[in-house]
């Protein structure tokens, strides 16, 4: 600052005399007509596009870093069985900087849309799925055709500790959820994080299914039912082979 002020104080002692007038110098000419030197307005980001799907994953991340679960939560629409427990974990990072990759390509598939953003929050890597529903498609939730966190995908040390933030009861012990199923039939899952369970309540019965490795999403089963899902949709498959798709409330 002191430099500046300086160097401005130098530049004024130096204007101090008045420079004689030319009277043979050239008038200065007018600025051409039809120029701005306004900046050309950027073009408007579109939606749909794997960049503001990166932007979503930003959100996200330092949302949840920050301990704000709720601005955190407006932007997933994962598995229910696993979203405290996610953001548990991710808040244990602290003020650790977050760093968002390029977004991969657009993956498409029966009307749904998925990006990969790979992520690096401190010295941890890992990479957010994020979804929407392809436009045409009709959904009952009114925000299905806007990108949001489906799953998070974390390192096996990471992920050990998401599992000792659950057992520190840092997230409840269990969860529910509550899915409409084909022909009206209502479905009710309690979600054991400690035990990696999933007891099922539909007319009056209720069974426990033990928890399996699923690539993504949820992947429950015993007794000869077999509970599947990503995000709020599910499919529940029973002994006698039938199967009913539902969607979490």
Not at 70 to 90: F, K, N, V, Y
Not at 147 to 155: E, Q, T
Not at 184 to 203: E, I, Y
Request: aromatic letters at 4%; hydrophobic letters at 40%; proline letters at 6%.
């Amino acid at each position: 600052m002191r430099a500046a002020a300086a160097l401005g104080l130098g530049l004024l002692a130096g204007c101090s005399q008045p420079a004689a007038l030319d009277r043979n110098a050239a008038a200065p000419s007018a600025m051409p007509t039809g120029t701005s030197s306004a900046r050309t307005p950027a073009k408007p980001l579109d939606p749909t596009s794997p960049a503001a799907a990166g932007l979503v994953a930003r959100r996200f991340l330092t949302s949840a870093v920050a301990g704000d679960k709720a601005a955190a939560l407006r932007e997933w629409r994962g598995d229910p069985a696993s979203e405290q427990a996610a953001l548990s974990a991710i808040t244990t990072y602290g003020a650790a900087p977050v760093r968002v990759g390029r977004p991969g390509d657009e993956d498409a598939g029966m009307g749904q849309r998925y990006v990969t953003v790979p992520f690096r929050i401190g010295d941890t890597a890992g990479t957010l799925v994020i979804h929407r529903v392809a436009e045409g498609v009709e959904s009952d939730d009114p925000h299905a055709h806007q990108w949001r966190v489906r799953s998070i995908d974390l390192p096996p040390s990471a992920a050990a500790g998401m599992a000792r933030v659950v057992a520190a009861g840092q997230v409840p012990a269990e969860t529910s959820a509550t899915y409409q199923c084909d022909g009206g039939a209502v479905l009710t899952v309690r979600f054991d994080n400690r035990a990696d369970t999933a007891t099922l309540a539909m007319k009056g019965q209720s069974v426990t299914l033990a928890g399996q490795r699923a690539a993504s999403g949820i992947w429950y089963a015993g007794a000869g039912y077999d509970l599947r899902g990503k995000g709020r949709n599910a499919r529940l498959a029973a002994p006698n082979g039938l199967a009913k798709d539902c969607v979490a409330r």
